[in-house]
């Protein structure tokens, strides 16, 4: 690709308000992956936002709380669909779309229903808990819609008897995907659930490398990385053609699997590229 | 009554604060995680995670807590009926006698029993007080039969094979347990439990009782008290600290009334109706470290003690007679008390993707005090160091290896070796061979025994040559056959365990015509075989499920080394003994023919109907006389039906009626007695209904 046509080079911000090691190593690939792309921008990273910047790069939804008062156009990442929406609908000023998208750091629901098909292809019945209807919900009803799967619903409030919902939940389900709600998946309830699952020999689909390690039996999941490359075709789009890209999922993802729990539950897992190439297939298929 | 009611505000005010403060904690803390970047705890460690049973070095039965329920029993040993060769008899209705080869006695000796990783094999007569055991059975999560030699794992004693019972961790959830049974039995429970977000804990108190054999021969109530505590305190991901109280306290009867002759009727002199008691207590903390490459190493202390207290024992059946003050001297209160402290430390290590290796020591301080049996309170003092690998070679075979170095306390050291290979035929079909030994010391009964106890008769008296362990050499070929798309598994196994160095009656010990006394000697060499088989068939989403199995075992006796009695003024009657009792009818004291099956049915949703029968040919114990007729062969039909209600937020409750040998099959009991008048387990019957909030 040609350079920018632009006079000057596209003044880019990375946005950074909140210390973190994953913010951190996703600023660094951006600044890296734009010079190896010569793709001519001018990358600062910056804690506060000043107004000398084209596009803002916004990274983990304080920085976008931040940004999206101002004028600049944003690219939010590493913030979660439900944060980014929360995010547009909080600002005092209602934006331009055009000029605000994001990478969202949630999965496409249908690339975790494929993980669930590929690595454990006789499972049908998904269990879910979850604190309120979410849009993160009603997103996951519509995707098993036609599809083989079907799925159990159990929701909690705080203070409410976890452990008993949670034993009904396991009776009837073959799998537990985990929704990303703090109110249920948090450090205090994880090992009950954990355990509990164990017990009723219930494999967890977890959202991030954390839960596999903690005892999950995988999860699919971006890495800084991958998303580090994502924004930069972003921002060199926008700068080519002064258009941003509507909001969207992470393109690339990798699978990391707990071998230790698949083997105690005597689930034969493939080797990792392999599923995460049957995975593609099916993306790419629009199937799943 | 002022003070007394502002106590109870203050205290209600403090309990409401402490709440409020949690709960506010709470929700600050889970407000601010981010869900895809918070850090977890590695919740499923390599001690967590159990080996799949195609994997695992040892012919194991786990029954789970669906079994438990469906097939309608409320004691431990009742539930080793579920276990493929396992002898379950009673002596009466407080005396179990379980065994995985041949019958022996009451005490169990050839088992490991381990509740938690805690023996409950105590020391004075090297047995368990199954009645008194100081857990609540709604309390029992799953229990691991090893179903051989298993010291590298379980520990010393694990000779013929292994009961762990292990219990509900204290993460329950906030909610409690409440259950009620009436019928034959009359049981009781409660249950409260917490979770915060560093410490949870539960508390359950219970009582159980039932009428024994219900019979009109034995005077075999019972009544048992138990309370347990369960906390643990996880102040952060890496570190843990896991304690465990219990106590039991109960009343058993004991008696047998006469059956023949002139005093039919009335209660015999030698065994008169009266209650003994039995009381157990236990403490245990183990702290668990999970290191940063996912390693654990566990400290684990505990305290166990077994009192057993008989007001009127009769130690001389000649004399006894309660009518003639000039005897009264013959029954004496039978005191026993035991007690075990043990330390252990247990390492896991994940060396790399292939190897999992666990190793550790422990050392053991063993206490009796039975004054009427051991010479003065023996004390034995004992170490273990015991390491276990296990290697994955390829992706279809996996080696485990391991052993257990011994100092028993009582002058000898042993080896237990083991090794099992598991090779993956294809993924569906595992073939597993397997050598495995293990020894097992004397029971201090067995050692210290004195010349001058009155009990018994005053038959016994110590080891003229020093006892040695007993060893015995486990091979095995076993076949594992797992069809998930049929939701069956499959799994068989033939075996032979040789014996040496067996612990025998030494008779007429003294050697004098009169043959006054015997004694123990390692002179026995016992060979057992076997083929087992189980089916294992779920439907109905594993709502509903069918377990089988069947055992066909032979066994028998030689006398590895000859007594110098064999020879010597008694050669007769000694031989004779030898020939006709322990050799001759060792065969018999084996269930040539055994098996079991438990079908559950899940109907309409909340309804589950289950069934019972279990099974084995007639089997002779080998510790009484020849005069003693062997039990008959039994055919028993157990049934249960329950009923379970779903009630909002997540709480239940549940009634179900069981009925146990519906079709009064007419199996006799265990020991004396049965040349006499049949002592039948009569058809008996209850309800219990629990409720889960």
Not at chain 2, 378 to 385: C, D, L
Request: with cysteine; glycine share 6%; hydrophobic share 40%.
């Amino acid at each position: 690709m040609p350079f920018a046509s632009q006079a000057a080079p596209l003044r880019v911000t990375v946005l950074v308000t909140e210390e973190n090691a994953v913010y951190r190593t996703f600023a660094e690939s951006f600044a890296v992956e734009a010079a190896r792309q010569n793709t001519g921008l001018k990358i600062t990273q910056a804690s506060v936002l000043t107004p000398e910047t084209d596009f803002v790069v916004a990274v983990g939804a304080k920085s976008v709380a931040v940004a999206v008062n101002s004028r600049i156009p944003i690219l939010a990442v590493l913030v979660s669909k439900a944060g980014f929406e929360k995010a547009l609908n909080d600002v005092a000023v209602q934006r331009d779309k055009k000029t605000i998208s994001a990478i969202y750091i949630d999965q496409p629901i249908k690339r975790q229903l494929s993980l669930i098909t590929a690595a454990l292809p006789e499972v049908k019945k998904i269990g879910v808990m979850f604190s309120s209807v979410s849009s993160d919900l009603v997103n996951l009803r519509k995707a098993v819609v036609g599809t083989k799967f079907s799925l159990i619903e159990s929701q909690l409030t705080l203070g409410e008897a976890l452990h008993r919902q949670l034993s009904w939940l396991l009776d009837e389900s073959e799998v537990l995907l985990v929704t990303p709600d703090a109110q249920i998946y948090n450090p205090t309830t994880l090992r009950n659930i954990l355990i509990d699952s164990y017990q009723h020999n219930v494999p967890m689909v977890g959202i991030s490398p954390s839960y596999v390690r903690a005892g999950a039996l995988g999860a699919v999941f971006t890495t800084p990385e991958q998303f580090a490359l994502q924004a930069v075709s972003i921002a060199r789009h926008f700068s080519q053609d002064a258009h941003l890209v509507a909001p969207q999922y992470p393109t690339q993802f990798e699978v990391m699997f707990n071998a230790q729990v698949a083997r105690s539950m005597n689930i034969r897992l493939k080797e990792n590229s392999e599923l995460v190439n049957k995975i593609n297939a099916i993306e790419s298929n629009g199937g799943g | 009554m002022a003070k007394s009611m502002s106590h109870i505000r203050l205290l209600s005010q403090i309990l409401f604060f402490t709440l409020l403060v949690q709960a506010a904690h709470a929700k600050e803390n889970v407000a601010d995680v981010d869900p895809f970047f918070q850090e977890m705890p590695i919740v499923l460690t390599a001690s967590r995670l159990a080996q799949p049973l195609s994997e695992a070095p040892s012919p194991m039965t786990v029954i789970d807590k669906n079994m438990i329920k469906a097939s309608g029993f409320r004691t431990v040993p009742e539930l080793m009926n579920l276990v493929p060769g396992m002898y379950v008899g009673y002596v009466d209705g407080n005396t179990p006698v379980l065994s995985l080869h041949n019958s022996t006695d009451q005490y169990s000796r050839q088992m490991q029993v381990l509740i938690d990783g805690r023996s409950v094999y105590m020391p004075p007569l090297g047995g368990v007080n199954w009645s008194s055991l100081p857990i609540l059975f709604e309390d029992i999560e799953r229990i691991e039969v090893v179903r051989g030699p298993s010291a590298a794992s379980h520990g010393t004693n694990s000779f013929y094979g292994v009961i762990n019972i292990i219990t509900r961790e204290a993460t329950g959830g906030n909610g409690g347990r409440v259950s009620v049974t009436g019928g034959y039995a009359t049981d009781a429970s409660a249950s409260l439990g917490r979770n915060s977000e560093q410490f949870d804990y539960r508390i359950t108190a219970g009582y159980r009782a039932d009428r024994g054999y219900s019979n009109d021969y034995l005077n075999d109530h019972n009544q048992t008290r138990v309370a347990n505590f369960r906390g643990n305190y996880h102040p952060n991901s890496s570190d843990s600290l896991d304690v465990q109280l219990g106590a039991s306290n109960g009343v058993y009867g004991k008696g047998i009334m006469q059956t023949i002759g002139h005093s039919l009727g009335q209660i015999r002199d030698d065994n008169l109706y009266r209650d003994a008691t039995g009381s157990s207590s236990f403490q245990q903390i183990a702290w668990l470290h999970i290191w940063p490459t996912g390693n654990e190493s566990k400290l684990t202390y505990s305290h166990t003690t077994v009192n057993t207290f008989d007001p009127r024992l009769c130690t001389n059946t000649s004399v006894c007679n309660p009518r003639d003050p000039t005897t009264a001297y013959s029954y004496v209160p039978y005191s026993v008390y035991g007690q075990r402290d043990v330390l252990e430390l247990q390492n896991t290590h994940q060396l790399n993707d292939s190897n999992r290796l666990v190793w550790g020591a422990s050392t053991e301080r063993a206490y009796a005090s039975n004054p009427q049996l051991l010479i003065s309170d023996p004390k034995v003092n004992s170490w273990q160091i015991f390491a276990h690998d296990e290697w994955r070679m390829s992706a279809n075979s996996i080696l485990n290896v391991g052993t257990m170095f011994e100092d028993n306390g009582m002058g000898y050291q042993s080896n237990a070796p083991r090794a099992s290979f598991n090779y993956h035929i294809t993924p569906q079909h595992t073939v597993r061979i397997g050598v495995t030994s293990a020894t097992r010391s004397p029971a201090m009964m067995e050692r210290y025994i004195d010349d001058r106890t009155a009990i018994f008769g005053g038959g016994y008296s110590q080891p003229t040559t020093p006892l040695l362990p007993e060893k015995i050499i486990s091979k095995e070929i076993g076949y594992i056959g797992e069809f998930p798309t049929l939701n069956m598994t499959l799994s068989a196994r033939v075996y032979i365990d040789q014996v040496s160095d067996m612990i025998l009656v030494d008779k007429c010990v003294d050697g004098t015509l009169d043959c006054s006394k015997d004694s123990w000697k390692n002179i026995g060499y016992a060979e057992f075989k076997g083929v087992e088989t189980t089916l294992k068939y779920f439907w109905d989403d594993k709502h509903s499920f069918l377990t089988a199995n069947y055992v066909y075992q032979r066994a028998t006796l030689s006398l590895g080394s000859l007594p110098s009695q064999y020879y010597g003024v008694l050669a007769a009657d000694v031989q004779a003994y030898y020939k006709n009792e322990n050799i001759g009818l060792f065969a018999e004291t084996v269930m040539s023919n055994s098996g079991s099956l438990l079908l559950s049915q899940r109907i309409a949703d909340s309804w589950q109907l289950s069934a019972g029968y279990y099974f084995r040919a007639p089997i002779r114990v080998l510790d009484v006389a020849t005069d003693v007729t062997p039990e008959k062969r039994m055919r028993r039909l157990d049934m249960r039906l329950a009923k379970t209600f779903k009630l909002e937020k997540g709480r239940s409750a549940e009634v179900a009626a069981i009925l146990q040998n519906v079709s009064q099959d007419e199996y006799t009991k265990y020991d004396t007695l049965n040349a006499e008048v049949n002592v039948l387990f009569t058809r008996r019957g209850w309800v219990t209904a629990s409720f889960n909030f």
